[in-house]
């Protein structure tokens, strides 16, 4: 994998963009028009790697909403970017019987059927526009995504693959075949785009094994079609060094019910968690202070305003995995480190002003001019990096004031001493009871770790005392008769262990900012993390380094390249992969993501990429567990 | 890795006919999509066109000529395939006035695209077309004043053949030494030597400034600074008063 799996995303979607020839490195090119149609599943997929401005630069004059009125411009070529279902090839043969564009491009991200094509082409002879239709391509994009080293399958309709829909307890086998496929379509995408096969592995007995299974068909028959494979060696990029293929380990959300509910300490994982983010982009309200209008008059209407977190931003890149007082150390210095090069452009800048005659003023120049020029030709980047200062400070504080309001570094130290099964140093009861801290939801959260890492159930009484208490601070109750119902059916022999992590407080934060501090930091805990394992991070390291270990000895080995269908448990390969794909069926989140992260910093020339089916936060996935325990 | 299907679709396009026949379902002939084709086609499209297809043959005209543009040439040779500075002349002009007629038509196009009624999807869509066109001929324009910067240079510094130049050069011209063969800059000039240069310069920013205001003064410094280092700031709604004092405090 010389290229992230976002890379080759990227490249992929500029060359449909090129009328699906690769583009020329020459910018100097006459520019050729286009207008790019997409449904939203396509928008999904182009949102995070490429932004509206890099669109315009490849020369895409529109970009439109398949299903939204679209007036003809019978002079420009049209790309088509959208999932060949049903009602979007409908809306394609009406727009060739409208003629809508001079020509048109069809990209399809996953395969189309034979038949679905066959009724374009009727459409097309009906309208007489076959000669209009340029290109056909299957482009086999199914999955989006975010980062280098992770990626979601869909955002819209996701709940089609929720957690709830894989485990709820009317689920018909059909539904749940029609889940797999959904699943293991978008897997055999990314394994078309990254241009490996792997070796796969997954436990016994669960929706992850059911995964594996198809996944293992699928590229076995792919792989036995001469004609059409798509692993042929030309998609071996050029660049790839690695021999050895990847591992990809499929895990169930079902091992690792606590991660899911946990309160995060890292930035990217609170912005999650608090705000309004998806698709790499925030969105939060201007000047957002929560205070009540006053005596009944109307709310002011505070406008939105959306961030994109980018890769291209430095101080994001650097930071999204920081412990959060670790980022307002940083925004604050970001300030500083700029307010002070403004200084010096302005005074600069002043100079300019001085009349040449001025013989003081000549030979200063010949010192300043180059002062002068580099600030100058610094300038752009200054006000790029102005730009993100000010983006980052807006998140931050938003995040900032959540943590404050809700005592986010109790809860988040309270439950890391519960994952690690360390002494604790209040009740449970006493938080939850304390009106101060959090909200109904942080405190079901909390409880809820609290009963699925508990080696023995409490007692019926102490239950009785934890549901009053819980209901008196207006929690809603249904997700525990769920989690109760998994613990019960999950009854693992080792229940999950979060390993020995440990929170290092390090007393709260007496360190003195400047008055001019963004951040005031009063009273909030500077938390420390150490490094651990959650348990995906765990199950991967056994697997990647081949060790023997009780928990996944167990799991079963898939070799899509071996002739006959191999259903060993006994892995062929003797050495610890390089590379690896984590993925988690019934859903993930950042935290989990940033513990792989942080796992493969310790372990310099590994790659690893995390994925699952859907990325929820605490909140949705708290949602999906109170429908499933109301039954 | 993606998969090119269209043939699929054209064998596809076939089976549909094919049973179509069967059937008895016939289709229209195709007179009828020639004549709706080019009832359809729109002047606009062709008229963009045009104006991409003379930017291109500004670039290749200057592309063409550009090292003969900027070889210096010494003093002494006698060089046939040396450039007059009358012939350089003629393609400053040229190319002068190359750039304007392109931008008018640009100009003009725009200001079609506003009056016309025509549903806003369209109107946006010529609109960025227009941008794409404009951004294809600042690139060109780039190109000319680059070289042109050269030139200027070289003429003003032909006037200083001062043996006594021992200064170090300033910072402005230190990265693009390589660029221009000969000479360093002096902190000194004789009075018509400032008369020229303001001159030059007033010139440069008369005659240079072919679109708005902004982009103006950036084709003005980028031809002093060979896209170095003012290329990329855009000093939107400064006047052009404040720069005319940059430029010259600069060479000095």
Known sequence: MAASVREKQTVALRRMLNFNTPPLKNTAAEPVWKVLIYDRFGQDIISPLLSVKELRDMGITLHLLLHSDRDPIPDVPAIYFLMPTEENIDRICQDLRNQLYESYYLNFISAISRSKLEDIASAALAANVVSQVTKVFDQYLNFITLEDDMFILCHQNKELISYHAINRADLQDTDMEAIMDSIVDSLFCFFVTLGAVPIIR?????????????????LRENLRDARNSLFTGDSMSAGQFSFQRPLFVLADRNMDMA??????????????????????????????????????????????????????????????????????????????????QEDEVKRLKSIMGLEGEDEGAISMLSDNTAKLTSAVS???????????IDLHTNVATAVLDHIKS????????????????????????????????????????????????????????????????????????????????????????????YGNSGVKPMGLFSRVMNTGSQFVMEGVKNLVLKQHNLPVTRILDN?????????TDDYRYFDPKMLRGSESSVPRNKNPFQEAIVFVVGGGNYIEYQNLVDYTKSKPGRKIVYGCSEL????????QLSQLGQK | MAVDITLLFKASVKTVKTRNKAIGIGFDSTK??????????????QRAKEVITNITKLKDFLLQHRKDYISAGSLISSDLTRMTDGERDQIDQDAQIFMRTCSEAIKQLRSEVEKQAAPAQIKEHRGAVLDLVETYLRGVCKVYSEQRAIRVKRMVDKKRLLPSAE??????????VSLWEEGRVEDELSPEEIQMVRSTASNLILSESIQTTKTGLLLVVESWFSGVLMSKYCFKGKSINGFDQLILMLFF
């Open chain 2, 167 to 176: 200064k170090s050069s300033s910072e402005v011209q230190g990265s693009s």
């Open chain 1, 378 to 388: 610094s300038l752009p980047e200054l006000l790029e990096k102005k730009r993100l």
């Open chain 1, 259 to 340: 991660t899911p509910l946990h309160h995060s300490w890292t930035y990217q994982a609170l912005i999650h968690d608090v705000l309004d983010f998806h698709l790499n982009r925030v969105v939060m309200e201007e000047g957002a202070s929560s205070e009540p209008s006053p005596g009944g008059a109307r709310p002011k209407k505070k406008s939105k305003k959306s961030y994109d977190l980018t890769a291209a931003d430095k101080f994001w890149q650097k930071h999204k995995g920081s412990p959060f007082p670790e980022v307002a150390e940083s925004v604050q210095e970001e300030l500083d480190s700029y307010r002070a």
């Open chain 2, 32 to 45: 009828d999509e020639i004549f709706k084709r080019s009832r359809t086609k729109s002047g606009f499209s």
């Open chain 1, 202 to 218: 997954c436990p016994r007995g669960n929706a992850a094994e059911m995964v594996a299974v198809k996944l293992d068909k699928k």
């Open chain 1, 543 to 551: 697997l990647m380094e081949m060790k023997s270990h009780p928990e």
């Open chain 1, 616 to 623: 929820f936060s605490a909140a949705q996935f708290m949602k």
């Open chain 1, 406 to 497: 809700r005592k986010l570094d109790v809860y988040f130290e309270y439950e890391e001493k519960l994952l690690s099964k360390s002494t604790l140093d209040k009740s449970l009861l006493d938080i939850i009871t304390d009106p101060d801290a959090g909200t109904p939801e942080d405190k079901m959260r909390l409880f809820l770790i609290y009963y699925i890492t508990a080696q023995q159930a409490p007692s019926e009484s102490d239950l009785e005392q934890y549901r009053k208490a819980l209901l008196d601070a207006g929690c809603d109750l249904s997700p525990l008769n769920y989690i109760k119902q998994w613990k019960a059916f999950t009854k693992m022999a080792n229940p999950a262990n």
